[in-house]
């Protein structure tokens, strides 16, 4: 072979090894995305397997704080979505995605059950709530009980009942005292999650809130909580969890659900507020039903006040 055939060979050999490596290479890149669906990148370049939770914001401070140590434990990265029960509940039904579901309060489990949402099987109580009033630091309007929210020229929010756990909450406590339509005409506005309904107190947006007890716990400076009489309080919520039916990665959703029923998670929701048992809750409303569901009144609308 002369020594442009020697060149020609050479410069073929080399076009067949390149396409032999880009295409191992693509083969390699697909097998790894494939195996790779609940993976991302950590900030060193490697990859870190996670999973993502459609949260109610009413456990909030709490689940970020358990989210953080977990990851630390297990090296299992938890992406938290927060908003309204509802809301969260919509955007896993429409995307079909989302490895857990936390509304904040039963009532949006028992929507998901129904639907095929979740894994009813996997379902675990992570901490439990109680309603209350929610006033400025100080309680300047004396605001003592629900009759108060009535008077005239007192500001109200609650959350949005449509969407939101702790609105539906309170039309059905307001329902109960038989002051749903008196207190109406001071809502102000409705806010669109639990932690949205929470800062209008620190904002000062408004004079007072039906909210959960926790919230005080969240804004200490700013946020008194009044105890609602234990008559009106028709049902103590609980903040439920269970593995979405659409998950990719089953075994990491159910050991971050174990973990937040262990002593350590317990821990870091009772130094927010929450109640750890169903007896430390039934202290504020002893009669109280345990979960439950409460569905608004066919054609309810509310209408805010300007």
């Known amino acids: 072979m002369d020594k442009r055939g020697k060149n020609l060979f050479i410069l ?20 790894s995305d494939k195996e790779g669906l609940n993976k991302g990148s950590n900030s060193n370049g490697r990859t870190e397997k996670h999973i993502s939770a459609f949260c109610g914001s009413a456990s909030k401070p709490a689940l970020e704080e358990c989210a953080r140590v977990f990851e630390k434990s297990s090296g299992i990265r ?11 509940l919509s955007q896993m039904k429409m995307s079909r995605r989302g490895d857990i579901y936390i509304p904040g309060t039963p009532d949006y489990m028992i929507k998901a059950e129904k639907e095929g949402i979740v894994n009813k099987d996997t379902e ?9 009033i929610l006033v400025q630091r100080g309680n300047p309007k004396g605001i003592r009980g629900l009759k108060d929210l009535a008077r005239p020229g007192i500001r109200v929010a609650i959350g949005n009942p449509d969407s939101v756990c702790v609105g539906l909450y309170a039309v059905e406590i307001l329902s109960r005292a038989g002051l749903l339509n008196a207190v109406s005409k001071n809502i102000v506005t409705l806010g669109g999650s639990c932690s949205k309904t929470a800062a209008l107190i620190p904002m000062k947006a408004v004079d007072a809130i039906i909210g959960w007890r926790v919230f005080a716990k969240w804004n200490p400076r700013t946020t008194e909580a009044v ?16 593995v ?3 998950t990719t990665d089953f075994r990491s959703s159910k050991a971050f659900i174990n973990f937040l029923v262990r002593d350590k998670a317990r821990a870091i929701f009772a130094k927010w ?3 750890p048992t169903e007896n430390a809750a039934r202290r ?9 569901e409460y569905k608004l009144p ?9």
């Open 12 to 31: 073929s050999l080399a076009f067949v090894l390149v396409g032999v490596l880009v295409f191992a290479t693509a083969c390699s890149r697909q097998k």
């Open 78 to 88: 938890v992406i938290l979505h927060f908003s309204g029960s509802g809301t969260m």
């Open 124 to 132: 675990k109580i992570i901490a439990y709530l109680v309603p209350s």
């Open 227 to 242: 105890p609602i009489s234990p008559r009106n309080i028709p049902r103590v919520a609980y903040i439920p969890a269970a």
């Open 244 to 246: 979405s039916t659409f």
């Open 273 to 275: 507020g929450y109640l």
């Open 284 to 292: 504020f409303a002893p009669d109280a039903h345990v979960g439950g």
């Open 298 to 306: 066919q054609g309810f609308v509310l209408h805010v006040a300007k």
